[in-house]
C-alpha cells in the first residue's frame, strides 16, 4: 500500500493550492480517508475526512476555507485550500483510516505560506 502527496509549495497568505494524494492498492474505494497536518514543534493533527461516498467533516480551523475530494475511479483524493494564512504552514500527510484510526500514511507534502 501506498500513499503518494504532491502538490505543496510555498504560497503567499490569502492563496491558494491544491494537493493530491494517489493511492495504490484496492481498498480506496471503500476507505474513509483524510488529511492532517503538523507543524514544527506542534502535534499532528486532523484537518479533514472523506467518507467513501464523499461526506466529509472539517477541523474548525478550516471550515469554509479547505475543500476535500475524492475520485474513487482514480484512486486519487485532493484537497483544496483557499484563503491559505501562514498558520497552515506545515507538513500535510494523507492517510487512510481503518476501524476509525489512520492505517496507512503517505510521506507528507510541505506547505509554506508566507505573510
Known amino acids: 500500500v501506498q500513499l503518494v502527496e504532491s502538490g505543496g509549495g510555498l504560497v503567499q497568505a490569502g492563496g491558494s493550492l491544491k494537493l493530491s494524494c494517489v493511492v495504490s492498492?484496492?481498498?480506496?474505494?471503500?476507505?474513509?480517508m483524510g488529511w492532517f497536518r503538523q507543524a514544527p514543534w506542534k502535534q499532528r493533527e486532523l484537518v479533514g475526512k472523506?467518507?467513501?461516498?464523499?461526506?466529509?467533516n472539517y477541523a474548525d480551523f478550516v471550515t469554509g476555507r479547505f475543500a476535500i475530494s475524492r475520485d474513487n475511479a482514480k484512486n486519487t483524493m485532493w484537497l483544496q485550500m483557499n484563503s491559505l494564512k501562514p498558520e497552515d504552514t506545515a507538513l500535510y500527510y494523507c492517510?487512510?483510516?481503518?476501524?476509525?484510526?489512520?492505517?496507512?500514511w503517505g510521506q507528507g507534502t510541505q506547505v509554506t505560506v508566507a505573510s
Open positions: 492517510t487512510s483510516f481503518a476501524c476509525g484510526r489512520p492505517a496507512y
Open positions: 492498492g484496492n481498498f480506496f474505494r471503500v476507505a474513509t
Open positions: 472523506i467518507t467513501s461516498i464523499g461526506d466529509t
